[in-house]
């Protein structure tokens, strides 16, 4: 495609859901905006390093602690192998409980169901399932990363929030903050955002992240659940959209407009990433002023795979 169509212009094809993407890419394709990562871009983003420091954005497998949205506790058992070495083995792992990459299957649309409209009976970790991680893994995902660190500009214009509260980050606030940052957004682009929920976090004590963890009333900083923010990711043709906190936007989502997961994911076929550990790779890019970089990312080569950790690295 030489042209890419608007938010206004969607769906790309007649017939199919308001705000689809389909078509696009092919009638068949189960990697949505990743394929923005052409090859002439990934040229581009490497010629971005320039001092090789390189910083791994993965959190801890074992945070949070317990994991958030009741979801399972990692097991990892170190095996002796008759006492010449080791195997280890990994048990009741929720690969969404540390950081991570929502895949195609994560979140359906309510009533058009996964990305090109699979079912749940095509999502069967078999041969012939459909959207699952393994399109990201086999393909890589390697690009120009941008930082928008809405915490720092937020602190800077007086701006207050507490991570661990509901507070709503709209589209004109990243606007701004890249304003400020000098950030100017390419087409293809990782779009990393951090809100500051895992220095928050990293503040809690033992007491406070175990009620985090078991809280039926849990709430966080994310993106603003409106049409402003949908058109915003659309019409910046972001390859992908990843952020420090636990659930992307603003938690409880607002009921009035609805989970904006049911359209990232299945309609536009955006990957997101969430508790992303941004901290001290946003304190260098303060440091130097550098926001833009080289982005590489291995997801699980799992078939069927429904969430992965990133293995992320920003490479500047």
């Not at 749940?120 to 959207?131: K, L, Q, V």
């Not at 940052?181 to 390419?186: L, P």
Request: proline share 5%; glycine share 10%; hydrophobic share 40%.
């Amino acid at each position: 495609m030489t042209q890419l169509p608007s938010f206004d212009q969607l769906p790309f094809q007649a017939g199919n859901p308001p705000r689809a993407s389909w078509g696009l890419w092919g009638d068949n394709d189960q990697v949505g905006t990743i394929n923005l990562l052409t090859s002439e871009r990934v040229v581009h983003a490497a010629q971005l390093v320039r001092t090789g420091a390189v910083f791994a954005l993965n959190w801890e497998l074992e945070k949070p602690n317990p994991p958030l949205f009741f979801r399972e506790t990692l097991r990892h058992t170190i095996k002796n192998r008759l006492g010449n070495g080791h195997d280890d083995v990994y048990d009741n792992w929720n690969t969404q409980a540390s950081t991570q990459w929502d895949g195609l299957t994560h979140v359906a649309h309510p009533q058009h169901g996964f990305y090109h409209g699979v079912s749940n009976d095509d999502i069967t970790g078999e041969a012939g399932t459909r959207n699952g991680i393994e399109h990201w893994a086999r393909r890589g995902i390697a690009g120009r990363g941008v930082l928008v660190d809405f915490a720092k500009w937020a602190k800077d214009n007086g701006l207050e929030f507490k991570a661990g509260q509901r507070f709503a980050i709209t589209a004109e606030h990243l606007q701004e903050a890249a304003r400020a940052q000098g950030v100017e957004f390419q087409v293809g682009d990782v779009l990393l955002f951090r809100t500051g929920w895992i220095e928050w976090y990293e503040g809690l004590n033992t007491r406070e992240r175990f009620e985090l963890g078991h809280s039926t009333k849990f709430e966080c900083i994310g993106l603003e659940q409106s049409e402003a923010t949908l058109r915003f990711l659309w019409d910046n043709h972001f390859a992908a959209a990843a952020c420090d906190c636990p659930s992307f936007e603003a938690w409880p989502p607002d009921q009035s407009f609805g989970f904006m997961h049911q359209t990232l994911l299945p309609l536009f076929g955006l990957p997101l990433g969430e508790l992303f550990n941004l901290d001290l790779f946003a304190a260098d890019c303060a440091r130097d002023g550098v926001y833009e970089f080289l982005f590489t990312s291995a997801p699980l080569n799992k078939l069927g795979g429904v969430a992965s950790p990133p293995n992320a690295l920003a490479i500047k």
